[in-house]
């Protein structure tokens, strides 16, 4: 069901490192790459690299679990909100489901996603986990 | 443009039908719809069929020749239009406007789904699909999921409650009950969807529609030929189609559909109508919160208060707007390309009066609302009794 090795590869370096996209007429960015600005239509577009931390916008607690995530759940996903207002989907890790909340502060992770098959590729991505305040 | 009309509809029962195959069902809801237009299969001058993902559940992809052959259609062209939930909704849209434009003066529409062929967690990968798979699906959201985030966003911001949104559940469930096609004809209780298991928090197994199989299909034709066909047509007033970002997370408040907003409205202005005007909806219940949502969205009640509306009874039978006498995706079920059409035959049967023990009471307007993915597609057909 997951895409095959080529496509994973084709957006991998964006995963790895958390780039996305800036327009540099009317500075609206966006997780994924584009090549027009939805809001201006401008096709001005740059690379840049998204700030690490953010807080959570929404969540829930996956427990109905695609084909993929067999025997992985329940995990916890959320919409995260990036410090500089970019909007993203990732799982939230090293938290209990109980501990999640909406406005909660989290970092960027850098984590398994998953593999293709029981001998396939294991691919990687960005999750994100709560910032334990360090004092 | 020409006025189009609704002369003959279809349905088969909707359920688990394991003796039968996507072609089976397809061909079972067309043949009634044929007969209930009282025309011969040889009139019919084109098919729309609505399929989300035949190639995922079945194998089969290319399957509106496969359905003309099988309806015996005779070389006529054929046409398969996806959105995923929204597809055979969006197959209506287009049908019309090929009836409007004068290509053609009768055509049928339909839409058809068989998922039980594969298992649960098979579905729901593929109804991840009909998300951003690069961005969204690859991470670990589900469709159940995206719905999940907005209902809590929606609780957070306007203080909507889990018990308002398993009221939604108890109405349609309640509908369902009165339909002979529908999947579920029981009733449940708010204590028992709350204590039903949690498919994605906030939203238990009874705040979600279920894996369906079944089929639908409706006759079109132009408005100045119906009457030759049917003693009550069923008109089209107006319709709106919208899209949205893919992802969920690219727009900037999710407790809005504006794709929803904006096909209404679009709907409303051809119609020349007001929200106030539709005396019975079928709306597009996949998950409870989108019901809510859609009250607010389609202009039923001021933003935030949708809550409120399933509490106070307003769209039950006999209430304001009556929303879901069929039993809605929840309760009816949800066969992903056979929904859009599966409320179009509701509404036909309801502004016919032929609607049995849900008829909603001299019942002159009507509307269906189908939405596709996390709310990325919507499309909107407002119906009436009269021609406008
Ligand atoms: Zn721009």
Known sequence: MMPKSP????????????????????????????????????EKIETIQLPSTGTIYSYTVVHALPAEKSGYGPYIMAIVELEDGTKLTAEIVDCEP????????????????????????????????PIISRT | MRDVAVIGVGMTKFGERWDKQLRDLFVEA??????????????????????????????????????????????????????????????????????????YDIVMVGGVEKMTDVSVPEITSVHAKAMDVEWESFFGLTLPAAFALIARRHMIQYGTKPEQLAMVSVKNHRNAAKNPLAQFQFEVTIERVLASPIVSDPLHVLDCSP???????????????????????????????ASDSIA??????????????????????????EPKNIDVAELHDNFTITEIISYEDLGFCEKGKGGLMIQEGETEIGGRIPVNTSGGLKARGNPIGATGVAQVVE??????????????????????????????????????????
Not at chain 2, 250 to 271: N, P
């Open chain 1, 7 to 42: 496509r994973i590869w084709q957006l991998a370096e964006r995963r790895y490192r958390l780039l996305g996209s800036k327009c540099t007429v009317c500075g609206k960015t966006s997780v994924g790459p584009r090549s027009v600005c939805p809001i201006c239509n401008s």
């Open chain 1, 98 to 129: 109980e501990d999640v909340k909406i406005g909660m502060p989290v970092e960027l992770a850098f984590r398994l996603i998953g593999q293709e098959s029981e001998h396939g590729i294991i691919y990687y991505g960005y999750k994100f986990r």
């Open chain 2, 211 to 241: 894996i369906t199989d079944g089929a639908a299909a409706v006759i079109l034709c132009s408005a100045d030929i119906a009457k030759k066909y049917a003693d009550t047509p069923i008109y089209v007033l107006g319709f709106g189609v």
């Open chain 2, 347 to 388: 509404i036909v049967q309801q502004l016919r009066g032929e609607a049995g023990k849900r008829q909603v009471s001299g019942a002159e307007v009507g509307m269906t609302q189908n939405i596709g993915g996390s709310g990325s597609t919507c499309v909107v057909h407002i119906f009436g009794r009269q021609r406008r």
């Open chain 2, 30 to 103: 067309a043949n009634e719809a044929l007969k209930d237009a009282n025309i011969g299969r040889d009139e019919v001058q084109a098919l729309f069929v609505g399929n989300f993902s035949a190639g995922s559940f079945v194998g089969q992809e290319h399957v509106a020749p496969l359905l003309a052959d099988y309806l015996s259609l005779k070389s006529k062209p054929a046409f398969r239009i996806e959105s995923a939930c929204a597809s055979s909704g969006m197959a209506f849209n287009l049908a019309c406007m090929a009836i409007a434009s004068g290509i």
């Open chain 2, 248 to 273: 969920l997370h690219d727009r900037s408040d999710i407790t809005t559909l504006g794709a929803v907003v904006k096909a209404s409205r679009q709907a409303y202005k051809m119609a020349g109508i």
